[in-house]
Protein backbone atom coordinates (compact mmCIF):
# COMPACT_ATOMS: atom_id res chain seq x y z
CA UNK A 1 0.00 0.00 0.00
CA UNK A 2 1.23 3.14 -1.05
CA UNK A 3 -0.26 5.75 1.39
CA UNK A 4 0.40 9.14 1.76
CA UNK A 5 -1.57 12.58 2.21
CA UNK A 6 -2.43 15.16 0.48
CA UNK A 7 -1.35 19.13 1.05
CA UNK A 8 -4.77 19.67 0.90
CA UNK A 9 -5.57 18.26 4.25
CA UNK A 10 -3.40 20.86 6.15
CA UNK A 11 -4.91 24.08 3.76
CA UNK A 12 -6.61 25.77 6.58
CA UNK A 13 -2.70 25.43 8.58
CA UNK A 14 -1.23 27.05 5.43
CA UNK A 15 -3.69 29.76 4.82
CA UNK A 16 -3.61 30.77 8.39
CA UNK A 17 0.13 30.91 8.64
CA UNK A 18 0.51 28.17 11.31
CA UNK A 19 2.06 26.33 8.71
CA UNK A 20 4.61 26.93 5.96
CA UNK A 21 4.92 24.28 3.17
CA UNK A 22 8.66 23.03 4.40
CA UNK A 23 6.82 22.18 7.43
CA UNK A 24 4.00 20.18 5.68
CA UNK A 25 7.29 18.15 3.91
CA UNK A 26 8.50 17.84 7.38
CA UNK A 27 5.52 16.44 9.51
CA UNK A 28 4.81 13.93 6.23
CA UNK A 29 8.72 12.86 7.02
CA UNK A 30 7.63 12.01 10.70
CA UNK A 31 4.33 10.66 9.93
CA UNK A 32 5.21 7.83 8.26
CA UNK A 33 3.34 8.17 5.01
CA UNK A 34 4.90 7.39 1.88
CA UNK A 35 4.72 10.48 -0.12
CA UNK A 36 3.29 14.07 -0.36
CA UNK A 37 0.60 15.03 -2.88
CA UNK A 38 1.21 18.89 -4.11
CA UNK A 39 -2.23 20.22 -3.48
CA UNK A 40 -1.18 23.91 -1.96
CA UNK A 41 1.42 26.73 -3.27
CA UNK A 42 0.59 25.87 -6.90
CA UNK A 43 0.20 29.35 -8.11
CA UNK A 44 3.94 30.73 -6.32
CA UNK A 45 5.52 27.35 -7.66
CA UNK A 46 4.46 28.78 -11.27
CA UNK A 47 5.66 32.22 -10.45
CA UNK A 48 9.28 31.32 -8.85
CA UNK A 49 11.56 28.51 -10.67
CA UNK A 50 13.77 29.06 -7.27
CA UNK A 51 11.17 27.75 -5.18
CA UNK A 52 9.81 24.92 -6.89
CA UNK A 53 13.89 23.54 -6.55
CA UNK A 54 13.62 24.50 -2.85
CA UNK A 55 10.73 22.31 -2.58
CA UNK A 56 12.37 19.55 -4.25
CA UNK A 57 15.19 19.42 -3.04
CA UNK A 58 13.82 20.02 0.46
CA UNK A 59 11.47 17.19 0.16
CA UNK A 60 14.42 15.15 -1.13
CA UNK A 61 16.36 15.55 1.83
CA UNK A 62 13.43 14.89 4.23
CA UNK A 63 12.83 11.36 2.19
CA UNK A 64 9.36 12.35 0.89
CA UNK A 65 8.73 11.00 -2.80
CA UNK A 66 5.96 13.99 -4.16
CA UNK A 67 3.52 11.54 -5.60
CA UNK A 68 0.76 13.74 -7.30
CA UNK A 69 0.09 17.52 -8.34
CA UNK A 70 -3.16 18.79 -8.23
CA UNK A 71 -5.02 21.99 -9.60
CA UNK A 72 -7.78 22.98 -11.17
CA UNK A 73 -8.98 24.29 -14.63
CA UNK A 74 -12.05 25.33 -15.80
CA UNK A 75 -12.65 24.76 -20.12
CA UNK A 76 -16.19 26.17 -20.53
CA UNK A 77 -15.30 29.82 -21.10
CA UNK A 78 -14.13 32.17 -23.85
CA UNK A 79 -10.23 31.78 -22.09
CA UNK A 80 -9.62 28.37 -22.95
CA UNK A 81 -6.54 28.66 -24.96
CA UNK A 82 -5.01 30.55 -21.62
CA UNK A 83 -6.35 27.47 -19.63
CA UNK A 84 -4.26 25.02 -21.79
CA UNK A 85 -1.51 27.03 -21.25
CA UNK A 86 -1.40 27.67 -17.79
CA UNK A 87 -2.41 23.49 -17.29
CA UNK A 88 0.91 23.01 -19.76
CA UNK A 89 2.87 25.31 -17.53
CA UNK A 90 1.87 23.33 -14.44
CA UNK A 91 2.55 19.91 -15.76
CA UNK A 92 6.25 21.68 -16.55
CA UNK A 93 6.22 22.78 -13.26
CA UNK A 94 5.34 19.33 -12.10
CA UNK A 95 8.27 17.58 -14.35
CA UNK A 96 10.73 19.73 -12.53
CA UNK A 97 9.63 18.98 -9.31
CA UNK A 98 9.47 15.32 -10.46
CA UNK A 99 6.45 13.89 -10.10
CA UNK A 100 4.86 11.58 -12.23
CA UNK A 101 0.78 12.11 -11.86
CA UNK A 102 -0.98 14.99 -12.18
CA UNK A 103 -5.07 16.35 -11.65
CA UNK A 104 -6.62 19.07 -13.85
CA UNK A 105 -10.10 19.51 -13.57
CA UNK A 106 -12.01 20.44 -16.88
CA UNK A 107 -15.27 22.47 -15.71
CA UNK A 108 -15.79 24.90 -12.79
CA UNK A 109 -16.06 22.50 -9.24
CA UNK A 110 -19.43 24.15 -8.31
CA UNK A 111 -21.06 23.81 -12.18
CA UNK A 112 -24.19 21.87 -11.30
CA UNK A 113 -26.90 23.10 -13.42
CA UNK A 114 -26.35 20.85 -16.44
CA UNK A 115 -28.85 18.38 -17.66
CA UNK A 116 -27.38 14.97 -19.38
CA UNK A 117 -27.61 16.94 -23.22
CA UNK A 118 -25.26 19.69 -21.87
CA UNK A 119 -23.11 16.72 -21.01
CA UNK A 120 -22.98 14.99 -23.65
CA UNK A 121 -22.07 18.56 -25.86
CA UNK A 122 -19.54 19.63 -22.92
CA UNK A 123 -17.66 15.96 -22.84
CA UNK A 124 -17.33 16.22 -27.16
CA UNK A 125 -15.47 19.51 -26.21
CA UNK A 126 -13.77 18.12 -23.43
CA UNK A 127 -12.15 15.07 -25.17
CA UNK A 128 -9.70 17.34 -27.38
CA UNK A 129 -8.79 19.72 -24.83
CA UNK A 130 -7.48 16.73 -22.99
CA UNK A 131 -5.87 14.68 -25.49
CA UNK A 132 -3.62 18.09 -26.12
CA UNK A 133 -2.72 18.05 -22.55
CA UNK A 134 -2.38 14.60 -22.28
CA UNK A 135 0.22 14.73 -24.95
CA UNK A 136 1.90 17.20 -23.87
CA UNK A 137 2.56 15.31 -20.64
CA UNK A 138 3.59 12.17 -22.28
CA UNK A 139 6.92 14.11 -23.17
CA UNK A 140 7.35 14.91 -19.52
CA UNK A 141 6.78 10.85 -18.47
CA UNK A 142 3.62 12.21 -16.93
CA UNK A 143 -0.05 11.06 -16.72
CA UNK A 144 -3.01 13.29 -16.30
CA UNK A 145 -6.05 12.55 -14.40
CA UNK A 146 -9.27 14.17 -14.06
CA UNK A 147 -10.92 13.29 -10.58
CA UNK A 148 -14.63 12.70 -9.60
CA UNK A 149 -14.99 16.35 -8.48
CA UNK A 150 -17.66 18.27 -7.72
CA UNK A 151 -21.17 17.97 -9.80
CA UNK A 152 -20.32 17.75 -13.10
CA UNK A 153 -17.85 15.72 -13.74
CA UNK A 154 -19.02 13.30 -11.52
CA UNK A 155 -20.32 9.61 -11.20
CA UNK A 156 -18.43 6.76 -11.81
CA UNK A 157 -19.83 6.67 -15.99
CA UNK A 158 -19.27 10.30 -16.92
CA UNK A 159 -15.66 9.95 -15.52
CA UNK A 160 -15.39 6.56 -17.35
CA UNK A 161 -16.37 7.71 -20.53
CA UNK A 162 -14.26 10.62 -20.64
CA UNK A 163 -11.27 8.43 -19.99
CA UNK A 164 -12.44 6.23 -22.86
CA UNK A 165 -13.25 8.81 -25.19
CA UNK A 166 -9.69 11.01 -24.43
CA UNK A 167 -8.27 7.00 -25.54
CA UNK A 168 -4.78 8.47 -23.98
CA UNK A 169 -2.50 5.82 -22.57
CA UNK A 170 -1.61 8.37 -19.89
CA UNK A 171 -4.96 9.81 -19.00
CA UNK A 172 -6.61 8.50 -15.97
CA UNK A 173 -8.68 9.23 -13.29
CA UNK A 174 -8.09 10.51 -9.74
CA UNK A 175 -10.77 8.42 -7.49
CA UNK A 176 -11.94 9.77 -5.07
CA UNK A 177 -14.02 7.18 -2.56
CA UNK A 178 -16.14 9.73 -0.94
CA UNK A 179 -16.41 12.43 -3.60
CA UNK A 180 -19.42 10.35 -5.34
CA UNK A 181 -21.57 11.54 -2.31
CA UNK A 182 -21.52 14.81 -3.92
CA UNK A 183 -23.73 13.47 -6.40
CA UNK A 184 -25.35 10.95 -4.49
CA UNK A 185 -23.83 8.08 -5.98
CA UNK A 186 -23.11 5.14 -3.89
CA UNK A 187 -19.37 4.24 -3.45
CA UNK A 188 -19.64 0.72 -2.92
CA UNK A 189 -21.40 0.62 -7.09
CA UNK A 190 -18.67 3.51 -8.12
CA UNK A 191 -15.46 2.65 -6.77
CA UNK A 192 -14.95 -1.07 -8.06
CA UNK A 193 -16.34 0.29 -11.64
CA UNK A 194 -13.43 3.46 -11.57
CA UNK A 195 -10.68 1.60 -10.29
CA UNK A 196 -9.83 -0.31 -13.80
CA UNK A 197 -9.40 3.64 -14.85
CA UNK A 198 -7.51 4.67 -12.14
CA UNK A 199 -4.32 6.34 -11.41
CA UNK A 200 -4.97 7.50 -7.96
CA UNK A 201 -6.93 7.45 -5.13
CA UNK A 202 -8.06 9.57 -2.74
CA UNK A 203 -8.87 8.06 0.83
CA UNK A 204 -11.30 10.19 2.51
CA UNK A 205 -14.82 10.24 5.09
CA UNK A 206 -17.95 11.92 5.31
CA UNK A 207 -20.69 12.36 7.91
CA UNK A 208 -23.74 12.27 6.05
CA UNK A 209 -27.32 13.75 6.86
CA UNK A 210 -30.72 13.86 5.66
CA UNK A 211 -31.22 17.77 6.16
CA UNK A 212 -28.54 20.16 7.04
CA UNK A 213 -27.61 20.00 10.86
CA UNK A 214 -25.83 23.86 10.64
CA UNK A 215 -23.84 25.52 8.32
CA UNK A 216 -21.14 24.45 6.76
CA UNK A 217 -22.04 21.37 5.49
CA UNK A 218 -22.09 20.87 1.96
CA UNK A 219 -25.65 19.84 0.14
CA UNK A 220 -25.27 17.48 -2.38
CA UNK A 221 -27.46 17.25 -5.76
CA UNK A 222 -30.08 15.25 -4.06
CA UNK A 223 -30.65 17.67 -1.15
CA UNK A 224 -28.67 15.73 1.66
CA UNK A 225 -25.77 17.05 3.38
CA UNK A 226 -22.12 15.85 3.91
CA UNK A 227 -19.12 16.87 6.02
CA UNK A 228 -15.82 15.82 5.79
CA UNK A 229 -14.41 13.70 8.40
CA UNK A 230 -11.47 11.68 9.56
CA UNK A 231 -11.11 8.83 7.35
CA UNK A 232 -12.71 5.93 9.62
CA UNK A 233 -14.83 8.09 11.60
CA UNK A 234 -17.27 9.05 8.88
CA UNK A 235 -20.75 7.37 7.67
CA UNK A 236 -18.69 5.89 4.72
CA UNK A 237 -17.61 2.30 4.37
CA UNK A 238 -14.14 2.90 4.17
CA UNK A 239 -13.22 -0.17 5.40
CA UNK A 240 -14.93 -2.24 3.14
CA UNK A 241 -13.59 0.31 0.10
CA UNK A 242 -10.02 -0.41 1.48
CA UNK A 243 -10.47 -4.10 0.76
CA UNK A 244 -12.33 -3.32 -2.55
CA UNK A 245 -9.16 -1.27 -3.38
CA UNK A 246 -7.00 -3.98 -2.31
CA UNK A 247 -8.89 -7.20 -4.04
CA UNK A 248 -8.29 -4.77 -6.93
CA UNK A 249 -4.68 -5.27 -7.18
CA UNK A 250 -4.27 -1.10 -7.49
CA UNK A 251 -0.87 -0.08 -6.69
CA UNK A 252 -0.51 3.14 -7.33
CA UNK A 253 -0.65 5.97 -4.91
CA UNK A 254 -2.60 6.09 -2.25
CA UNK A 255 -3.29 9.60 -0.40
CA UNK A 256 -5.61 10.98 2.47
CA UNK A 257 -7.62 13.90 1.71
CA UNK A 258 -8.72 15.56 5.24
CA UNK A 259 -11.48 18.16 4.77
CA UNK A 260 -13.07 18.05 8.29
CA UNK A 261 -13.04 20.20 11.40
CA UNK A 262 -11.01 18.68 13.50
CA UNK A 263 -7.25 19.38 13.87
CA UNK A 264 -5.65 18.86 10.98
CA UNK A 265 -2.29 16.55 12.60
CA UNK A 266 -4.86 14.53 14.17
CA UNK A 267 -6.82 13.78 12.04
CA UNK A 268 -4.44 12.80 9.33
CA UNK A 269 -2.42 10.39 12.18
CA UNK A 270 -5.42 8.83 12.67
CA UNK A 271 -6.68 8.53 8.95
CA UNK A 272 -3.05 7.03 8.47
CA UNK A 273 -3.73 4.22 11.12
CA UNK A 274 -7.05 3.66 10.23
CA UNK A 275 -6.24 2.87 6.49
CA UNK A 276 -3.31 0.79 7.34
CA UNK A 277 -5.04 -1.40 9.48
CA UNK A 278 -7.88 -1.88 7.00
CA UNK A 279 -5.24 -2.96 3.91
CA UNK A 280 -3.87 -5.20 6.60
CA UNK A 281 -6.91 -6.69 7.82
CA UNK A 282 -7.91 -7.38 3.69
CA UNK A 283 -4.53 -8.57 2.91
CA UNK A 284 -4.16 -11.29 5.38
Known amino acids: MRLGVSSYSFSRALASGRMTFPDVIDWVAESGADHL??????????????LVDDVREHAAAKGVE????????????????EQIATVKAHL????????????????AWAWRDADQTEYETTLAALVPICQEIADHAATLGITTTVENHGFFMNNSERLRRLVYAVDRPNFRML????????????????????????????????????????????????????????VGHGDLPVRRLVGIIAASGYDGPISIEFEGLED???AVTTGIANARRYWEEATA
Open 37 to 50: EVASLNAELLADPQ
Open 66 to 81: LANYVIGADFRGDDVA
Open 92 to 107: DVAHRLGITRFRHDVV
Open 175 to 230: LDVGNFLCVDEDPLAAVPRSLEVAAVVHLKDFLVRDEQPSEGWLTTVAGRSILGAI
Open 264 to 266: EAL
